[in-house]
């Protein structure tokens, strides 16, 4: 596609459910990052993949969290057992290399109730 | 650990008028600085890179510069509309070295509005 897609944009759960979020990344690219931006907080890292490696999982705060990317491509963002405090808008980030700038999706706010 | 300021947090200007966004760094070892601009409810947009063999990057009415020595960066908006309303973040992307190094470090962002 022409630029990152996330889904879904909008996402109300209940305390104790799990939930995914979807992210397809621009066509080619081979970095993926996942964001967390709380209200009123800036951008906490939380995972990256680049190409074949191991992700990068050091930024997730809770084994709760956890990410995979299939064939390089598009990647999950699953969590588990929701916590209100989990209630932030989760961006996903693509770059063609480490070298180059990032392109963000327009994000999915989940809200934990 | 490399850490992003932005300086100010908030900004509130008249229509026309010419501005400037600061942010620092404390690590000087980057692959790059980028600056965003993000809508309310909106993902980032990204609006200028600037990688850390450059001194500065122009669009339009924007212009960013680096002083990688002094982990500096600035993002100067000429004529000011008030659509350039919206939050400005600027990001490092550090050296390899993994822990999260490989990704982003954002700064606050200054939340920016320009009164018609």
């Known amino acids: 596609g022409a630029g990152v897609s996330q889904s879904p944009s909008n996402k109300v759960t209940e305390k104790g459910k799990d939930v995914e979020l979807r992210c397809d990344p621009i066509?080619?690219?081979?970095?993926l990052y996942w964001y967390r931006q709380s209200l009123g907080q800036g951008l906490e890292f939380l995972i990256y993949f680049q190409g074949n490696s191991a992700p990068d999982k050091s930024g997730l705060p809770s084994d709760r969290f956890s990410a995979e990317r299939t064939g390089g491509s598009v990647s999950t963002l699953t969590i588990q057992r929701t916590q209100q405090e989990d209630s932030a808008v989760y961006l996903c980030?693509?770059?063609?290399?480490?070298?180059?700038?990032?392109?963000f999706g327009q994000g999915t706010r989940l809200t934990v109730v | 650990k490399q850490e992003v300021t932005q300086i100010p947090a908030a900004l509130s200007v008249p229509e026309g008028e010419n501005l400037v966004l600061n942010c620092s760094f404390t690590d000087s070892a980057i692959y790059n600085l980028q600056w965003f601009r993000q809508d309310p409810g909106k993902g980032l947009t990204s609006l200028l890179l600037i990688q850390s063999s450059q001194r500065e990057q122009t669009s339009g009415r924007l212009n960013a510069s680096l002083d990688k020595s002094s982990g500096r960066s600035t993002l100067y908006i000429a004529a000011s509309q008030p659509g350039d309303s919206a939050t400005y973040l600027c990001?490092?992307?550090?050296?390899?070295?993994?822990?999260?190094?490989?990704?982003?470090?954002f700064g606050k962002g200054t939340h920016l509005i320009i009164q018609p």
């Open positions: 066509s080619g690219h081979t970095a």
């Open positions: 980030a693509s770059s063609l290399a480490v070298t180059r700038g990032a392109f």
């Open positions: 990001a490092v992307r550090l050296l390899g070295g993994g822990g999260g190094a490989d990704g982003l470090t």
